[in-house]
Every structure is written in structure tokens, then in C-alpha cells.
């Protein structure tokens, strides 16, 4: 079964608002990335967190971790249309017997 | 950053032929490298590690002797697609870890076997 799992699966909002993306995971990790898919495109890396760390932002990107709880979550703060992709979430789990595992990933679609 | 390419980007093969795809690392070295295929509209699923000098680690459920991967040198890998079949059709992802933590992604390479 996949490591992280995302939710909401799909997301449509209106460019200026937030958009607030959660993943789950099942086991311990080191660190937990997100990453953003334009369509058919490659992945590109956004931000990482580390088991120790609570929260971490980075330009309109703020990224939490729960581990107790094993969840995430990305929010997006006043949404661009150029924000529209696939977001996912990973974890490396690498020592607790799995690697890099993604979650199904999050479409979000920002209207102008 | 670091970058990582794929060649080709894409390609349209007939089925029963061998499809190559390249990865390179272009501005650090890597000993390992990392090959995903991803269905469209689902996310990335690790096909394999590829180790330089070595064999490489293939996941559950991956043939070996049909995802043929070499990894000749620190900035090069290969994934070649043996006797392609339409269900091999896919996006094929690779990517390495230049240093630390962080995992780079190349730009996918879309396959579509006839």
C-alpha cells in the first residue's frame, strides 16, 4: 500500500485564496518533500521536512509535520493560476524498511 | 540546483521493439539513480534503484528482464524497455540525490508503444 497519501484528491479554488493540502503516511521517516507536476512534466522539489522539524515555510509555501499523528500538510497562501498541478507528497522512510514513497498526489486546479 | 536530463522526452515505438532511455546527471555525479514510471493521473511508483558498478534493485513486481537498466558511469543511466508492449506505455521518471536529502527528478521521458 502506498506510504503517503494525500487528500483532498482534487482541489479547485479561485486565484487569491489559500489552498491547504494534507498527506498521510504509515510509517516512521526521516523526512517528508513535496513536490509539484505541471501536466506531463517532471517533478520539481518545493520543500522538505525533517521528523524533527514542526513547520517550515518557504515564500508563499508552509509546510507542516504532525509525526505523532503521521500527516503533513501543504498550504499554498494567496493562489496564482500558475500554481495549477499535481502536488505530492513523499516520504523517506529509508531505514525503517521502505524508500521513497509517494503519495497519489493532490490536482489542484486555481481559477483565475 | 542540480539538474538531471532524460532523452528522449518522448517516443512512439511499435510494439515488440526495445525502447533506450537516458538519464544523465549534468552538473554533479551520481552513484545512484532512481527509475519511476507513473500512469496518467497516478502517482510516481519506484520501478528500481540504479547502483554505478552495479547491479540494480528492482522493486516487487518489476520484471528485471524486461526494464533493463545500466549504470555505465557517475552521470549516466539507462532504462531500456525490452519487447514493448502498449501496456509498457507510461511516463518514465528518473532521478538522483546530488547531495543530502533532497531527491531531483528529471523531466520524464512519455512512452507509447503501438
Known amino acids: 500500500s502506498q506510504q503517503g497519501e494525500e487528500d483532498p484528491q482534487a482541489l479547485s479554488i479561485q486565484e487569491g485564496e489559500n489552498a491547504t493540502m494534507n498527506c498521510s503516511y504509515k510509517t516512521s521517516i526521516n523526512n517528508l518533500q513535496w513536490y509539484r507536476q505541471n501536466s506531463g512534466r517532471g517533478l520539481v522539489h518545493l520543500i522538505l521536512i525533517r521528523s524533527n522539524e514542526r513547520e517550515k515555510h518557504s515564500g508563499r509555501l508552509r509546510v507542516t509535520l504532525d509525526t505523532s499523528k503521521k500527516s503533513s500538510s501543504l498550504l499554498i497562501t494567496a493562489s496564482r493560476a500558475a500554481d495549477t498541478a499535481s502536488y505530492f507528497c513523499a516520504t523517506d522512510a529509508y531505514g525503517y524498511g521502505q524508500n521513497f514513497v509517494f503519495g497519489p498526489g493532490t490536482r489542484l486546479s486555481v481559477l483565475p | 540546483g542540480a539538474v538531471v536530463s532524460q532523452h528522449p522526452s518522448w517516443v512512439i515505438c511499435k510494439s515488440g521493439t526495445s525502447v533506450k532511455i537516458e538519464c544523465r546527471s549534468l552538473?554533479?555525479?551520481?552513484?545512484?539513480m532512481f527509475w519511476y514510471r507513473q500512469f496518467p493521473k497516478q502517482s510516481l511508483m519506484l520501478m528500481a534503484t540504479s547502483n554505478e558498478g552495479s547491479k540494480a534493485t528492482y522493486e516487487q513486481g518489476v520484471e528485471k528482464d524486461k526494464f533493463l537498466i545500466n549504470h555505465a558511469s557517475l552521470t549516466l543511466s539507462t532504462l531500456t524497455v525490452t519487447s514493448a508492449h502498449p501496456e509498457d506505455s507510461s511516463f518514465y521518471i528518473c532521478?538522483?540525490?546530488?547531495?543530502?536529502?533532497?531527491?531531483?527528478f528529471g523531466p520524464g521521458t512519455r512512452l507509447l508503444v503501438l
Open positions: 532521478s538522483a540525490y546530488p547531495r543530502g536529502e533532497t531527491q531531483y
Open positions: 552538473d554533479f555525479q551520481a552513484t545512484t
